[in-house]
């Protein structure tokens, strides 16, 4: 029984040796594969998981198979301003990492970690023109890791387009 308990202990402490040897970022990669989800080529199409670990942003003429948890506004500014706007906001917080850019300039996708365990979130971002000079976009934050994200998604999405208003008035919902 204490031999047994003994092989535990050194397991479990061999394990924690590893995760922050290797360092949280690479063991999560090493076990779940890349931490980036990718990209969302058609959010009309989207079909998003059944577990509770995304939030999604879009107008629902955009957003059509899957409802969106928040409409987002549409803002007096044109894509290319509206995106330089959002990756100030965005850039300024910690942990996260721009991934890739869509060719037109309307898309960006980033990866920011969680503060201790460093679990990666996939967030997609599509800026949609409306009218000259109005802008609306799309924004879908997924979870990689786990079947919750205790509203850590959600609120990101959210400080996200609260701060994003401060900058850019926004003209009214989509």
């Not at 922050?20 to 594969?33: N, S």
């Not at 965005?90 to 679990?119: C, K, N, S, W």
């Not at 409306?130 to 994200?149: A, P, Q």
């Amino acid at each position: 029984m204490k031999t047994a308990l003994i092989a535990i202990v050194v397991i479990i402490l061999a394990c924690v040796a590893v995760f922050f040897g290797f360092g949280r970022e690479r063991t999560w990669e090493i076990l779940f594969g890349p931490a980036d989800l990718g990209p969302v080529n058609d959010f009309a199409d989207l079909k998003r998981p059944k577990t509770p670990n995304t939030f999604l942003a879009c107008p629902r003429e955009v957003c059509v198979r899957e409802e969106p948890d928040l409409v987002p506004p549409v803002f007096a500014a044109d894509p290319h301003e509206l995106r330089q706007a959002l990756r100030q906001i965005i850039e300024a917080e910690p942990r996260v990492e721009h991934v890739a850019g869509d060719a037109d300039g309307l898309g960006d996708r980033y990866i920011q970690r969680t503060r201790f365990m460093r679990f990666p979130d996939t967030i997609v971002i599509r800026y949609l023109p409306v009218d000259v000079g109005r802008t609306t976009l799309v924004i879908y934050s997924r979870s990689k890791i786990g079947s919750s994200d205790y509203g850590v998604n959600e609120e990101r999405v959210r400080r996200w387009l609260r701060a994003l208003e401060l900058a850019v008035p926004p003209i009214a919902a989509a």
